[in-house]
T-cell receptor, first 115, second 112 residues
Framework: NAGVTQTPKFRILKIGQSMTLQCTQD?????MYWYRQDPGMGLKLIYY???????DKGEVPNGYNVSRSTTEDFPLRLELAAPSQTSVYFC??????????????FGPGTRLTVT | KNEVEQSPQNLTAQEGEFITINCSYS?????LHWLQQHPGGGIVSLFM???GKKKHGRLIATINIQEKHSSLHITASHPRDSAVYIC??????????????FGSGTQLTVLP
């Protein structure tokens, strides 16, 4: 299994541009999450999904959108990028409660700079 | 005040030393996670616990639910243990979403 994969690894955007961060997992996990990590701060939840077709906002959803059309994929969309969105983005996945409580598995991260 | 507080923020140790990293939380939780973030940025889960103690190799994690406190211990530390160690809790209010609330991490440097 590849686990959780994210693309791209790095990206520089100009203010106002848009982009999609890709996330795929091959572990058949129901739960998927997007986090951002700012220097000196804990990870903050942006959006999460409890299954295909179901998404919900986390702690810091403004400026982002997500979709979950399949179990494997959970892309994060940035519309009209702003400097405040400069961060490292992590995607994660975990088992559902039905399968038992398990730890979260993280992707390698995407380092995004908005200038 | 953050719901999850870690101490210390930074820790430097000599190879072979016994290391303790602390995590305190202020909310009701159903589970607590310890994660390791490598210098390259990747994050891996070390432990998930809701009571008692877990051990994996040189790593030991303990939790005291009544005192809302957890510790991560590293025995016989090695330079390859140098990383950021992150405490995260799954709050009772997160329900079926199983969201985590993260501490800001402890930067550990082990010198040879």
């Amino acid at each position: 299994n590849a686990g959780v994969t994210q693309t791209p690894k790095f990206r520089i955007l100009k203010i106002g541009q848009s982009m999609t961060l890709q996330c795929t997992q091959d572990m058949n996990h129901n739960y998927m999450y997007w986090y951002r990590q700012d220097p000196g701060m804990g990870l903050k939840l942006i959006y999460y999904s409890v299954g295909a077709g179901i998404t919900d906002k986390g702690e810091v959803p403004n400026g982002y959108n997500v979709s979950r059309s399949t179990t494997e994929d959970f892309p994060l969309r940035l519309e009209l990028a702003a400097p405040s969105q400069t961060s490292v983005y992590f995607c994660a996945s975990s088992y559902s409660i039905i399968q038992g409580a398990r730890e979260q598995y993280f992707g390698p991260g995407t380092r995004l700079t908005v200038t | 005040k953050n719901e999850v507080e870690q101490s210390p923020q930074n820790l430097t140790a000599q190879e072979g030393e016994f290391i303790t990293i602390n995590c305190s939380y202020s909310v009701g939780i159903s589970a607590l996670h310890w994660l390791q973030q490598h210098p390259g940025g990747g994050i891996v889960s070390l432990f998930m616990l809701s009571s008692g103690k877990k051990k994996h190799g040189r790593l030991i994690a303990t939790i005291n639910i009544q005192e809302k406190h957890s510790s991560l211990h590293i025995t016989a530390s090695h330079p390859r243990d140098s990383a950021v160690y992150i405490c995260a809790v799954r709050t009772i209010s997160s329900g079926s979403a199983r969201q985590l609330t993260f501490g800001s991490g402890t930067q550990l440097t082990v010198l040879p």
